[in-house]
């Protein structure tokens, strides 16, 4: 069982600051691909981010400058430093994995796996 456990999120004014985590855990090989999405209420889900092993790269031009997202492979954890917010970063963030590695018999198997997701609020 690998699972992907969001925290951080919370109720903040405008111009604040909050960080994220993501954490996997269970029993698995490796973890290539992590990755930040996000869903404003009654829109689409979103991509933020994408880790690799070796970096990260925001894909919202609308976070540009704002958030940065680092990985920290030693510890199976993944951030997300989101500054200056705005009542338009309201939304559930949620962590992904496309491609965990994990034993399977002789071989190895990919799992997907999403995290439950944590709730960003920014409002005055």
């Known amino acids: 069982q690998v699972q992907l456990v969001e925290s951080g999120g919370a109720l903040v004014q405008p111009g604040g600051s909050l960080r994220l985590s993501c954490a996997a855990s269970?029993?698995?090989?490796?973890?290539?691909?992590m990755d930040w999405f996000r869903q404003a209420p009654g829109k689409q889900r979103e991509l933020v981010a994408v880790?690799?092993?070796?970096?990260?790269?925001n894909y919202l031009d609308s976070v540009k400058g704002r958030f940065a997202v680092s990985r920290d492979n030693a510890k199976n954890t993944m951030y997300l430093q989101i500054n200056s917010l705005k009542p338009e970063d309201t939304a559930v963030y949620s962590c992904?994995?496309?491609?965990?590695?994990?034993?399977?018999?002789?071989?190895?198997?990919?799992?997907?796996?999403w995290g439950q997701g944590t709730l960003v609020v920014v409002s005055s």
């Open positions: 880790c690799s092993r070796g970096g990260c790269t």
């Open positions: 269970g029993t698995f090989s490796s973890i290539n691909a």
């Open positions: 992904h994995a496309p491609d965990v590695a994990v034993s399977a018999g002789s071989g190895v198997r990919f799992l997907e796996v």
